[in-house]
């Protein structure tokens, strides 16, 4: 289509033509107003983006503890299992996936003796629970008390993918006092798992989903104030948050050393004498699966705002439940996008049949063109109101060939988003490829997609050369024959999944064409 518009025998030639005639800057239209498009929804973005809710932090420096001593306990669950350490979770299994396609060892998060959930409260005026202080364990209750007489006990449920932590504090003492209750999440960054999805500080603060990568966070700590909310970190398909249902909170992001924090400070509760209350606090270990956070959401709320669909969120969320129906009938995601594709390509079809017939109409256009360039050489005006004339009646325009290729944009951009936050696509197979969610490491869907690319071309615009070589749409058409070779060079480092959707729509277009092609010749 491309080529057939910049071809000197083309419609959209003459008309290009007609605008230098008139004193117009020719080419780069298209072009100059995308980038336009593209520079006012960033500068959008900059001036309605998070700007409000934000606080300095103090000083959060983390005071290492020696907890070696502090027995570990293991929990387990059907989703997930993790050690208990006092205050402290760590060791999250997730136990329906596996780390890679080539092993059996599954997920792990908070891993190592630098990365935990912590959760407790900060006694005002007597002692709480500190990382280093040694439970007693009867059945499923830890249980401390204090010097002051003050019994705390802890419960931890796990349902799924959300741990419950209920901290029950009986004051069986004579005076009143306070606990104010944290959670805190430790942990190292992985920037390799990004892969062009947002990753880092995630906070939820005044039902708004606010979003400090990990580079934002480490050149300046961020903090919030909120009624109620959760702090964590997101990776490209996991994410650990915590939650204290507890008004009035202080969120705080930070790095310190090679570690990252996030913790929750809520205002502190006052246990009156001989009275007890309950401290709830939620932690979310598992995959960023809408279907799943929409579950944890009934506990943690908001939490299912946290998936990053992109700008084309609309066409991102359909396209992925739609590879995940398919997939379910055909047990196979590879299967599932070229079924997909399909569907897309057939839904497209009027106005690609459409466009196709415009374009041969204009070439049909080519003599009575010519003419009225050569009749009106030396009358500018006049000859763009007799071209106009000419479009008015044959119905068509130089760009109504683009309209397809302007709709695939947001598609693949939907697609590529959907492809790359997709849980259940990691680690999918396909033929010689283990992952469709990661590049093809043999760069052979991209060379079919680059060949593929060029047979549409070629099919689309013929094999019509312009003599001109000083010629700007000769040039431009010179040009464009390179943007096969480009475009496998660009999606070489593309997931497999996108790349095989884009070889296939090629392959239905050439398809598409000849069928059209065939059908206006008889």
Not at 119 to 126: A, D, S
Not at 446 to 474: E, F, H
Request: aromatic share 12%; with cysteine.
């Amino acid at each position: 289509m491309v080529r057939y518009l910049d071809n000197n025998n083309s419609g959209f030639a003459a008309w290009n033509a007609n605008r230098n005639a008139t004193g117009k800057k020719q080419g780069g239209g298209f072009l100059r107003w995308f980038l336009i498009f593209i520079a006012v929804w960033w500068a959008i973005g900059i001036i309605f983006g998070k700007n409000t809710n934000v606080i300095m932090p103090e000083d959060n420096t983390v005071v290492e503890i020696d907890v070696s001593k502090v027995p570990v306990e293991k929990i387990d669950a059907q989703k997930i299992t993790a050690d208990v350490q006092g205050l402290r979770i760590s060791n999250i299994d997730l136990l329906d996936f596996r780390a890679n396609a080539n092993t059996d060892d599954t997920v792990k998060l908070l891993s190592g003796g630098d990365s935990y959930a912590e959760i407790g409260v900060v006694g005002v005026g007597t002692t709480a629970p500190a990382p280093n202080t040694i439970w007693k364990k009867n059945g499923d209750v830890y249980t401390w008390r204090n010097a002051d007489g003050v019994e705390f006990n802890r419960i931890i449920v796990v349902n799924d993918y959300v741990i419950t932590v209920n901290d029950e504090i009986k004051n069986n003492t004579k005076k009143d006092f306070s606990f104010a209750p944290y959670a805190k999440i430790i942990r190292s960054n992985d920037k390799t798992s990004s892969a062009g999805v947002y990753t880092g500080l995630v906070v939820y603060a005044n039902n708004d989903i606010e979003h400090d990568d990990w580079r934002k966070v480490a050149r300046k700590p961020q903090a919030y104030t909120t009624t109620n909310g959760f702090a964590g970190f997101v990776d490209q398909y996991w994410e650990t948050v915590a939650d204290i249902e507890s008004p009035d909170q202080t969120i705080r992001g930070q790095k310190y050393g090679d570690l990252y924090q996030s913790d929750i400070n809520a205002r502190a509760v006052n246990v009156a004498a001989n009275s007890n209350t309950n401290v709830v606090t939620y932690l979310y270990a598992g995959p960023r699966d809408s279907n799943t956070l929409k579950v944890a959401a009934q506990k943690i709320h908001g939490i299912d705002k946290t998936v990053d669909y992109g700008w084309f969120w609309f066409l991102a969320m359909p396209m992925l439940w739609l590879i995940n129906t398919i997939n379910a009938i055909v047990m196979n995601y590879g299967v599932a996008i070229i079924i997909m594709t399909i569907l897309l390509r057939l839904l497209m079809w009027p106005l690609t049949r459409k466009s196709f017939t415009s374009m041969a109409t204009m070439q049909k256009m080519q003599p009575e063109m010519q003419r009225i360039q050569k009749l009106y050489a030396n009358d500018k005006q006049r000859m763009q109101i007799e071209m106009m004339k000419l479009y008015q009646t044959h119905k068509t325009s130089p760009m109504s060939g683009c309209l397809p290729m302007l709709i695939q944009i947001p598609i693949f951009f939907a697609l590529y988003k959907a492809l790359v936050i997709s849980v259940q696509m990691r680690n999918a197979e396909f033929l010689w490829i283990s992952d469709l969610a990661v590049m093809d490491p043999y760069f052979i869907l991209p060379i079919l997609m680059g060949v593929s690319m060029w047979l549409q071309q070629r099919l689309q615009s013929g094999a019509t050369k312009s003599a001109d070589k000083n010629d700007i749409t000769a040039q431009t058409q010179r040009a464009m024959r390179w943007m096969p070779i480009i475009f496998t060079v660009m999606f070489a480092w593309m997931p497999a999944g996108l790349v095989l959707y884009w070889t296939v729509s090629n392959l239905f277009g050439i398809l598409q064409m000849y069928i059209i092609k065939r059908n206006m010749d008889k």
